[in-house]
């Protein structure tokens, strides 16, 4: 059993600032890399920041300079610190991992989602 559990999401005015958390919990021997998706109505989920194990991230054009990505390995969390958000961020976000198992198969989790909501 893996269990991505998140937090942090909610209502904000443009220019504010969230900061989501994802804590991975189960059976997990390691964790390849964990990030974050959004989708918002009527479109595509995408791909918003990714960080490996090795701790490389990856970003969407987006949200580079705005969003960092960053993980806690001894704590199996992903954290992504959204700054200067605007109305196009409103979505739900997604926590998302690959993971390996303790019975040596690795697949890919998500979370529940978390809305985030931006409007004054």
């Known amino acids: 059993q893996v269990q991505l559990v998140e937090s942090g999401g909610g209502l904000v005015q443009p220019g504010g600032s969230l900061r989501l958390s994802c804590e991975a919990s189960?059976?997990?021997?390691?964790?390849?890399?964990m990030g974050w998706y959004r989708q918002a109505p009527g479109k595509q989920r995408e791909l918003v920041a990714v960080?490996?194990?090795?701790?490389?991230?990856n970003y969407a054009d987006s949200v580079k300079g705005r969003f960092t990505i960053s993980r806690d390995n001894a704590k199996n969390t992903v954290y992504l610190q959204m700054n200067s958000l605007k109305p196009e961020d409103t979505a739900v976000y997604y926590c998302?991992?690959?993971?390996?198992?303790?019975?040596?198969?690795?697949?890919?989790?998500w979370g529940q989602g978390t809305q985030v909501i931006v409007s004054s």
């Open positions: 960080v490996t194990s090795a701790g490389s991230t």
């Open positions: 998302y991992a690959v993971i390996w198992t303790m019975y040596n198969r690795r697949d890919n989790y």
């Open positions: 189960g059976s997990i021997f390691s964790i390849d890399a």
